[in-house]
């Protein structure tokens, strides 16, 4: 604890608020932005139910009130139901992220009975075409249907939809479908680049102009919908000067679990190297938030370097996010190069320059969907026809 | 749609409304949300049952705190709690 009082000197731990659980990383769909590590194909061995319920109760005991469900698609898991009622019974308040693939009329009943108390739903897009292009299947269907299983069941109606560069064109007709969906919450939230996504960048990042369009009707839609509808707005962060405060401060308010139990501050810091994360099968939930190297390397703001270190502004984003950091600068406790006071901002700056000359980048370059085959090839378990 | 001592608040579907004994506060959660709401706030949520109009829940705090003239205050905190979605008018 001697390491932990040196690299967070400011403040004591608090406890985790968010518990999220990533119950699988199998999923019917196949998003070219898929935010699970691309060589998901190397963690299959899932945790058990009896796993997942301690991990429940031991996240409950520290304080943690949020419990998320996701993936992968978490109806893949046939223990959801049993999950969710635990969790609901120790008091989490329970969301479920999902594609909507897999929910039908018994098994909303289910989850219902069991206490769950929220569905948050993702679209990859509004119109058919584009949906099946992106997800690379057909599910747009289905998921309308998922959609009206939510309002018949009386939950809040939460719409999610990942924007890029292929999509974001279509703001206006996602808005409508929202509205035709009859949600109260709808976020549009540009795509991150992380994992799939980040190897398919050069075909989702968006342009300026459309970024500014998009923002313009949403704008629009938000002073006319008023309080019916709230409309959330992500904005790509590498068009921004400062980094977004990532996870709300690493092992600050997030405890994620990924499908083998492996516990991560975020659910992409897996990738970041010299960091071992520790295993819920190994140890338990309060050694793990309070002492494992993972959680407590960049906690606080005791681990940075020059220009954050001395930053007055290190409290509002702490340096932003480590795995840009590794992504873009090579150096996972180096300053987010999203930032403009970041010596690889150039990095960031290059990136949306090249955005803004692409034109018909679709067609010049295949999107690579994640499946399995892509993964494995990725892992280096398996050929495939990679670019 | 103002609030008035005749209006009958409950918290808004989708929200919970529940003692934390960890943040030693009553919180509000939400989908993928949180507030945690200081004691005055705490106690009127609570009395927000979709039954007691908001004269009734201001009377009921002032004989539990042993105090008056808390009318306003429970007003002008409803007022905000509508206006966020917490709360709706039944
Ligand atoms: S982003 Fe797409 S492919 Fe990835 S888990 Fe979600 S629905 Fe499945
Ligand atoms: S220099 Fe570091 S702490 Fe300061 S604003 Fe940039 S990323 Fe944040």
């Keep these: 604890m001697n390491a932990v009082q040196k690299t967070a000197p400011a403040a004591a731990i608090g406890s985790p608020h968010w518990l999220l659980c990533e119950l699988t990383y199998r999923c019917p769909l196949h998003c070219a932005f898929c935010y699970n590590p691309v060589d998901f194909a190397r963690h299959e061995a899932e945790l058990s139910t009896d796993d997942w319920l301690r991990v429940l109760r031991e996240a409950r005991a520290l304080g943690a009130v949020q419990c998320g469900f996701s993936g992968g698609e978490p109806l ?19 969301n479920l992220i999902t594609s909507g693939i897999g929910l039908n009329a018994e098994r909303a ?41 939510i309002k018949a069941n009386g939950w809040p109606m939460v719409m999610n939809c990942v924007i890029h560069r292929l999509n974001i064109d279509h703001i206006e007709r996602i808005i409508e479908l929202a509205i035709e969906l009859d949600a109260q919450y709808l976020e549009l939230a540009n795509v991150q680049f992380y994992s799939w996504a980040q190897l398919n960048r050069e075909q989702l990042l968006p342009t300026r102009e459309q970024l500014q369009r998009a923002e313009r009707i949403t704008r629009q839609w938000r002073e006319r919908l008023g309080s019916k509808m709230k409309l959330i707005f992500v904005v790509p962060d590498y068009y921004e000067t400062r980094p977004k405060k990532c996870m709300n401060g690493w092992g600050n308010i997030f405890l994620t679990i990924a499908p ?33 190297e993972g959680f407590n390397r960049y906690r606080g703001t005791g681990w940075m370097k020059e220009p954050c270190a001395s930053c007055p502004e290190k409290e509002n984003d702490y340096g932003g996010c480590r795995c840009q950091a590794y992504m873009l600068a090579q ?46 090839a990725l892992s280096g378990l398996g050929t495939s026809a990679l670019p | 749609m103002s609030v008035g001592i005749a209006s009958v608040p409950q918290i808004a579907p989708g929200f919970r409304l529940q003692w934390e004994p960890m943040q030693d506060a009553h919180v509000l959660l939400y989908p993928e949300g949180m507030v945690k709401l200081n004691a005055s706030a705490g106690e009127i949520l609570k009395r927000c049952d979709g039954a007691a109009n908001v004269a009734a829940i201001t009377a009921d705090i002032e004989r539990q705190f042993d105090t008056t003239g808390l009318g306003d205050d429970v007003l002008a905190f409803l007022d905000i709690a509508t206006r966020q979605g917490w709360v709706q008018i039944a």
């Design chain 1, 76 to 94: 893949q898991r046939k223990d959801l139901e049993t999950l969710v009622a635990e969790a609901r019974a120790l008091g989490y308040y329970t």
């Design chain 1, 109 to 149: 009943q289910r989850l219902k009975q069991a206490g769950l108390d929220h569905v948050q739903l993702s679209f990859q897009d509004s119109t058919r075409e584009v949906n099946d292009f992106l997800s690379s299947t057909r599910t747009f269907d289905l998921k309308r249907e998922a959609a009206a299983l």
């Design chain 1, 260 to 292: 083998d139990g492996t516990a991560l501050p975020c659910h992409t810091a897996r990738m970041l190297p010299g960091l071992a994360f520790p295993n819920v099968r190994e140890h338990g939930v309060r050694e793990i938030w309070y002492e494992s």
């Design chain 1, 331 to 376: 150096d996972p406790a180096a300053a987010d190069p999203v930032c403009d006071k970041s010596p690889k901002h150039a990095v960031v700056a290059a990136i949306v320059d090249q955005a803004q000359q692409q034109r018909s980048i679709v067609e010049a370059k295949p999107l690579l969907f994640r499946d399995p085959k892509n993964s494995k």
